[in-house]
C-alpha cells in the first residue's frame, strides 16, 4: 500500500507544479497576468506573478517527499502524511477563500495585511488535484496511525465522502446562512438577517380578519399540512385496498406508484389545467350544462392543493403499502382468536399498529408540499408559498439574494424540523413486526365499514388519476385545448422535427437541444450518483468507525433540503471564485448527483444489509484485500440493485426540476426547464407534447429495465423498492 | 496436485478486546502446538467467537501479542495473514459455482487459473465433492456445502485452519458424520485447527485439547479426559458432562485420596489432583449424574436417602429428579427394566468413578 500514499505525493506535485491551477473560466482572463509561464501552474504563477500565497504550499508538499522517503515502519511516516496532507488542504482552502478576484475578500484582512497587488481567481485542474492528493495523504496518515484498522482504503473513502459533502452540500447551504446576513457592504450583519427572516410579508397573519394575504410561512405550512392530511388518507385508503382486499386489478394499483417517478412534477398541473382551466374540459361542460361561467378558481390554494394531493398520494401509498404489509398477520389472528371481532380487531390491533406509519406518511406528505416547486409556480396564482418566492426573489424582477436565501432559512427549518421528527418517530415507535422469518397466517377481513371507505376514497381518485395522465397524453394531439379540439401533430413536429438538409439530418425541433443535454446531464450524473452512494452505503454498513453515526446523519440530511434551497445555494456558493461554476453542465450534474444521493445510499444500504457479512469475511480469510472483496464479491451480487440504482438517478436526473432550474444557463438548458418556460409563456401545447413524451421514455426506460434486472436475480430479495422510490425534496 | 501442509503453532500473549466499555476477551494467553485440534469452548457471549477471530485477523486485539508460527501477527489484517476460516454459515459465494469459489483464494492470491483449477479439484476431491465443481452453493446441501468450505479453506494450505460452530446448521445425524470426517481430515493432513462450539460433546469428541472459557476468560486448559475427570471450578465441572454440585467439607488428604464430609457422610475421593492444591475446609463436591446410584435399601453405610421427585423414561436411560438434605440432585441410570418409581425413598451412593472436588 506504500506505493500508493507515494502516488498521491507525486499527483500532488503534478498539479502543482505542472497543471494549471486556476480554471480557465471567462472571469479569470481579467486577472491572468500576462506572461505566465507554463500552463500558470501554481509553483510558476506563485514565483514569477507575485501571488507568494501560493508558494507556501512547498511546506507540505515537501512533507509528503519526506514520508515516502522514510523507511516503510518508522514512527515518523504516518505522522508527515498526516500533518502534510493536513496543512495542505487547510492552506490551499483559506487562500482560496480569503483571496478573491481583487484581492482580500473580507475587508478586514485588508486592513490587517495590507492590500495585496492582485487577486485570484477559482480552482482549476491543478488546485482540484493537489487538494484532492492532500487528502489522500491526510487519509492515509490516518490509517497508517491505525485509525479505521489500518485500511487506507476505507479511510479515503471516508475522507472523500465527507469532503464532498462538505463542499456540495454544506457549503453551499453556508452560503445562503451568511448571505441573509449579507449587510450589503460584504460584511456579515446580524440586523440584516434578523430584518429579512421577520419580514412582515412572510409572518403577517392579517388573513384571518381581513380579505388580505397572509404571510407565506402561514400559506406554506397551510398547503403543506393540508397536502400531508388528504395524501395520508389516500394513500392509507389505496394500502388497505391494495393489501387487504381480494381487490382484482392490483396490477394497475401498483402502476400507480411507478407514475410519481417518470413524471416531471409539474405535469400533474398541466393535467389539471386541461380540465379545470377557464378553457378545460370540465368548466366548458359545466358552462354550457349549467351556465357556470369559467372563471380562473383553480389558481391558488385550490389547484395547489388538488395537484399536490394528485401528485403525492402514490408517495404516501407506497409508504403506506409497507406500514400495512408490515402488520404479522398472526398478531390479528391472536386477536381474533381472543374473541375480538373484525371490527374491534381493526380498532384495538391494526389500528395502533399503523399509527407510526400514518404518522410518517403525513410527515412525506408534508415534506414534500413545502418542497414542491413545480406545481405551486404554475398553479399558483395569488397563492404564494416559500418555494415559489425563493424563485422569484432570485430570477424575478426582484433579484434579492439576501431575501432568497432568507426564505430558504425559513424553508430549511420547516423541513429539518419535519424531518427530525420522521426519524424520531420511526426511530423510537416503529412496530414493524417483519422479521427475516416468514409469518404464517392470513390478514383477516377489513370491517365492512372501512373496506367500503377504502374502496369509496381509493377507485375514484385512481380513476381521476389515470384520467388526467390520458388527458396529458392526449392533449399534445390537439390544435389548442378547449378552443380548438382539433387533433394535430404540430405540437410534436414543433418539439421533435426531423429534416434532411444538405449537410444530412438536420435536429430541427425545438426541444431537442434541450432533450440532449438533459440525457447527457442524466446519463454523466447516473453513474456518480450510483458510485457515491453504494460507496457510502458499503461504509455505513460494512465497516465500523468511530463517529459513524454523525457520517450517516450527515449523509442523510441533504435528504431534508428542499431543491428549491439548493439551487440557490448553488447559484450563492459557486459564481465566484474559488470554486466556479455557474453556467456550466458540471454544476447541474454536481447538483443532480448530490441531491439524489441520499436515495442511492439507501437503496444501497437496503442491498447491502441483506448479503451476509461473513461472505466479506471469508473473502478477506482468503487472502483477498477489502478493494478485491468489494470487487469479485460484493459488487457482483449487489448488481441488481447497482442496474436499479442506475435507472433511477438517471430517470429522476430528467424529471427534477425544482433545483436545477436556477442552474440552467442558455448553453444547458434542461428538458424540465426548458417546458417551464413555454408553459409561462402560454405555449401550452409543445409544453404538454414534450411532457408526455418524457413520460413514454421514462416508462420505456423503466418497464426495459425491471425486466432486465427481474430476471437476473440469484435468489435473493435485492431493492427495496420503498428505498428506491422515496425522493429527495 | 495435492494439498500440502503449513502447520504453524499458534500463541495469544495477554490479550484482551474491548468494545468500548464492554471487555469480550480479558487478558487470555494460550499457545496451540502445530497439528493440534483445539477447540473454544465456553456458553453464548464467552469470548470464544472472538478469540476465534482474533486468530483469523477479523477483529484486532485492543492489546496483548498473538503469533502465528512464532511471528507477531497482531496488527496485521486477515488479508494478510495465512489463516483461513470455514463459517458457522459456510459463506459461500452464491453467484459463483463450487469450483469458483474453492478456487477463489488461489486465484486473487495471484495463481494462475489453470492451476488454481487443478488445485480446486484437488480440494473438492479431498472432501469427496469432485463431481460438483459445476453447480451453484444453492443446488447443494447443506453437509455438501459445508464439505465446500472446508475445501475451500484447505486449498490455500493454511498455517491455522478455523472453525466457527461449523455444525451448528446441521441435523443431528450428520452432525456426528461431519464431526468424525472434520477430525479425520484433520489428523490426516496433520492441520492445526482452533474450532469453535458450545456443544461440549462435540468438544470431547474431536478436540486434542479444550479452552474452556467463561466471561471473557480461560476457565480451563486441557485434554478431553482432564476437563471431565478433573475440572478445575465448578463451572467446568457443570458446563462439561453435567454435575451435581454439593456443599462438602475436605477433611483430609492422604496418597492422591480426598477425605471428604458430606452431610452425615464421610467419602474418599480419589485422583484429587486439584483438591490437592486446596486447603482443608468449605469445597464443593461435583457428582457426575451417572454416578448416583439408587439402592432400594435404606439408611445403610455411606448412602444418602433420597426421594424420587420425578422419573423419565428415555429409552437408552431413565433420568431421576430427586429430593435430598444435600438439595435437588439429578440422576442418570441406565437400568430401564426395573425403574424406581416417583415417590419412593430409596439410597443414593456415589460410585467412586466420576465425583470430585471443586473449590466453592
Not at chain 1, 233 to 245: C, E, H, P
Amino acid at each position: 500500500m506504500r506505493h500508493s500514499s507515494a502516488l498521491w505525493v507525486v499527483l500532488g506535485w503534478v498539479g502543482f507544479a505542472l497543471l494549471p491551477w486556476f480554471s480557465s473560466a471567462a472571469t479569470q482572463l481579467s486577472v491572468n497576468p500576462p506572461g505566465a509561464g507554463l500552463a500558470g501552474s501554481a509553483l510558476i504563477d506563485g514565483l514569477a506573478n507575485g501571488r507568494w500565497w501560493l508558494v507556501p504550499l512547498l511546506v507540505p508538499l515537501t512533507a509528503g517527499v519526506g514520508a515516502v522517503a522514510l523507511p516503510r515502519h518508522h514512527p515518523l511516516h504516518p505522522w508527515l502524511l498526516l500533518v502534510g496532507g493536513a496543512v495542505g488542504l487547510l492552506w490551499t482552502v483559506v487562500q482560496g477563500f480569503a483571496i478573491g478576484l481583487n484581492g482580500w475578500s473580507w475587508s478586514g484582512l485588508a486592513a490587517l495585511f495590507g492590500p495585496l497587488p492582485q487577486g485570484q481567481g477559482a480552482f482549476g485542474l491543478g488546485a482540484a488535484l493537489t487538494m484532492t492528493a492532500f487528502l489522500f495523504q491526510t487519509t492515509s496518515g490516518f490509517a497508517g496511525l491505525g485509525c479505521m484498522k489500518g485500511d487506507r482504503f476505507t479511510a479515503g473513502a471516508i475522507g472523500l465522502v465527507l469532503l464532498s459533502i462538505a463542499l456540495f452540500v454544506f457549503l453551499p447551504v453556508g452560503f445562503v446562512l451568511s448571505s441573509a446576513g449579507d449587510g450589503g457592504a460584504g460584511g456579515f450583519s446580524p440586523l440584516a438577517l434578523w430584518t429579512r427572516l421577520t419580514a412582515p410579508d412572510i409572518w403577517r397573519l392579517n388573513c384571518l380578519y381581513e380579505s388580505r394575504s397572509c404571510g407565506v410561512v402561514w400559506n406554506s405550512v397551510f398547503l403543506a399540512t393540508m397536502t400531508g392530511l388528504l395524501t395520508t388518507l389516500l394513500g392509507l385508503a389505496f394500502a388497505l385496498v391494495a393489501v387487504r382486499t381480494g381487490f382484482r386489478a392490483k396490477g394497475l394499483l401498483r402502476m400507480l406508484t411507478v407514475l410519481p417517478i417518470i413524471t416531471p412534477p409539474f405535469v400533474i398541473s398541466l393535467a389539471v389545467i386541461l380540465l379545470f382551466g377557464r378553457t378545460g374540459t370540465v368548466t366548458l361542460a359545466l358552462a354550457d350544462w349549467f351556465g357556470i361561467p369559467p372563471s380562473r378558481w383553480i389558481y391558488g390554494l385550490p389547484g395547489v392543493l388538488l395537484t399536490q394531493t394528485l401528485a403525492f398520494t402514490p408517495i404516501a401509498f407506497l409508504v403506506m403499502i409497507g406500514v400495512v404489509q408490515g402488520i404479522g398477520p398472526s398478531l390479528e389472528e391472536a386477536a381474533q382468536t381472543l374473541r375480538a371481532s373484525l371490527w374491534v380487531t381493526f380498532r384495538t390491533v391494526t389500528w395502533p399498529m399503523m399509527r407510526p406509519g400514518v404518522a410518517n406518511a403525513f410527515l412525506i406528505g408534508f415534506i414534500e408540499s413545502l418542497a414542491d416547486f413545480g406545481n405551486p409556480l404554475i398553479l399558483g396564482g395569488n397563492y404564494d408559498v416559500l418555494s415559489t418566492k425563493i424563485y422569484f426573489a432570485v430570477v424575478g424582477a426582484q433579484n434579492d439574494p439576501g431575501r432568497a436565501a432568507a426564505l430558504g432559512i425559513i424553508l430549511l427549518g420547516l423541513c429539518l424540523g419535519a424531518f427530525w421528527l420522521q426519524r424520531r418517530w420511526l426511530g423510537t415507535k416503529s412496530y414493524a413486526t417483519v422479521s427475516g422469518k416468514g409469518d404464517n397466517g392470513v390478514p383477516p377481513a377489513l370491517p365492512t365499514g372501512v373496506r367500503v371507505a377504502a374502496f369509496a376514497t381509493a377507485i375514484p381518485w385512481a380513476v381521476f388519476t389515470f384520467i388526467l395522465y390520458g388527458m396529458v397524453l392526449f392533449g399534445g394531439f390537439t390544435e389548442n385545448w378547449g378552443r380548438n379540439n382539433s387533433l394535430t401533430l404540430r405540437h410534436y413536429r414543433n418539439a421533435f422535427d426531423l429534416t434532411w438538409g444538405e449537410h444530412g439530418l438536420i435536429w430541427a425541433g425545438r426541444a431537442w437541444d434541450s432533450l440532449f443535454t438533459t440525457i447527457q446531464v442524466a446519463g454523466l450524473s447516473a453513474p456518480l450518483t450510483a458510485a457515491v452512494g453504494l460507496m457510502t452505503a458499503y461504509l455505513l454498513v460494512r465497516q465500523r468507525f468511530a463517529g459513524q453515526g454523525a457520517f450517516e446523519f450527515f449523509t442523510m440530511l441533504s435528504f431534508a433540503i428542499p431543491g428549491t434551497v439548493i439551487g440557490v445555494s448553488y447559484i450563492l456558493a459557486f459564481n465566484q471564485p474559488p470554486v466556479e461554476l455557474t453556467g456550466t453542465m458540471a454544476i447541474l450534474i454536481l447538483c443532480i448527483v448530490f441531491r439524489n444521493m441520499p436515495v442511492s445510499i439507501r437503496a444501497g444500504v437496503a442491498a447491502m444489509s441483506q448479503i451476509d457479512r461473513s461472505l466479506d469475511e471469508s473473502s478477506l480469510t482468503l487472502g483477498a484485500g477489502n478493494l478485491q472483496t468489494i470487487r469479485r464479491v460484493i459488487l457482483p451480487l449487489l448488481r441488481p440493485a447497482i442496474v436499479a440504482s442506475l435507472v433511477y438517478s438517471f430517470v429522476r436526473a430528467i424529471t427534477s426540476i425544482s433545483a436545477v432550474i436556477f442552474l440552467v444557463s442558455p448553453q444547458h438548458e434542461l428538458a424540465t426547464a426548458y417546458i417551464v418556460g413555454r408553459v409561462e409563456q402560454g405555449d401550452f401545447g409543445l409544453a404538454i407534447a414534450y411532457s408526455s413524451a418524457l413520460i413514454v421514455l421514462m416508462g420505456a426506460v423503466i418497464a426495459l429495465i425491471q425486466l432486465v434486472v427481474g430476471e437476473r436475480r440469484i435468489g435473493r430479495r435485492t431493492t427495496d423498492r420503498l428505498a428506491l422510490q422515496e425522493k429527495p425534496v | 496436485m495435492s494439498i500440502a501442509t503449513n502447520a504453524a503453532g499458534v500463541e495469544f500473549r495477554n490479550v484482551t478486546r474491548r468494545y468500548g466499555q464492554a471487555v469480550a476477551v480479558n487478558d487470555v494467553s494460550f499457545s496451540i502446538r502445530a497439528g493440534d485440534l483445539v477447540t473454544l469452548l465456553g456458553p453464548s457471549g464467552c469470548g470464544k467467537t472472538t478469540t476465534l477471530r482474533m486468530i483469523a485477523g477479523l477483529e484486532m486485539a485492543s492489546s496483548g501479542t498473538i503469533l502465528i508460527g512464532g511471528k507477531d501477527m497482531t496488527r496485521l489484517p486477515a488479508t494478510d495473514r495465512n489463516v483461513t476460516m470455514v463459517f458457522q454459515s459456510y459463506a459461500l459465494f452464491p453467484h459463483m459455482t463450487v469450483a469458483e469459489n474453492v478456487a477463489y483464494g488461489l486465484v486473487v492470491g495471484g495463481m494462475r487459473k489453470a492451476e488454481a483449477a487443478e488445485k480446486a479439484a484437488a480440494g473438492l476431491d479431498l472432501v469427496g465433492l469432485s463431481r460438483y465443481g459445476q453447480r451453484l452453493p444453492s443446488e447443494l446441501s447443506g453437509g455438501q456445502q459445508q464439505r465446500v468450505a472446508v475445501a475451500r479453506a484447505l486449498v490455500l494450505e493454511p498455517e491455522v485452519l478455523l472453525f466457527d460452530e461449523p455444525l451448528s446448521n446441521l441435523d443431528a445425524k450428520l452432525r456426528r458424520k461431519m464431526r468424525d470426517d472434520i477430525r479425520d481430515l484433520q489428523q490426516k493432513l496433520g492441520l492445526t485447527s482452533v474450532y469453535v462450539t458450545h456443544d461440549q460433546e462435540e468438544a470431547l469428541a474431536v478436540s486434542d485439547r479444550i479452552i474452556v472459557m467463561n466471561r471473557s476468560v480461560i476457565a480451563q486448559i486441557g485434554t478431553p479426559t482432564d476437563l471431565y475427570r478433573r475440572p478445575r471450578d465448578r463451572f467446568v465441572a457443570d458446563f462439561i458432562g453435567g454435575a451435581n454440585l454439593i456443599e462438602a467439607e475436605l477433611i483430609g488428604r492422604a496418597d492422591g485420596v480426598a477425605t471428604v464430609r458430606v452431610g452425615h457422610a464421610v467419602l474418599p475421593v480419589p485422583d484429587a489432583d486439584v483438591a490437592a492444591d486446596l486447603p482443608l475446609g468449605g469445597v464443593l463436591l461435583a457428582v457426575r449424574p451417572n454416578a448416583i446410584r439408587l439402592r432400594a435399601e435404606v439408611g445403610t453405610g455411606n448412602g444418602v436417602p433420597v426421594t424420587v421427585r420425578k422419573a423419565t423414561y428415555l429409552g437408552s436411560h431413565m433420568e431421576y429428579g430427586l429430593t435430598s438434605a444435600l438439595g435437588d440432585l439429578f440422576a442418570i441410570d441406565t437400568n430401564v427394566v426395573n425403574p424406581v418409581p416417583a415417590g419412593t425413598t430409596v439410597t443414593a451412593r456415589f460410585a467412586d468413578d466420576g465425583v470430585m472436588v471443586v473449590p466453592r
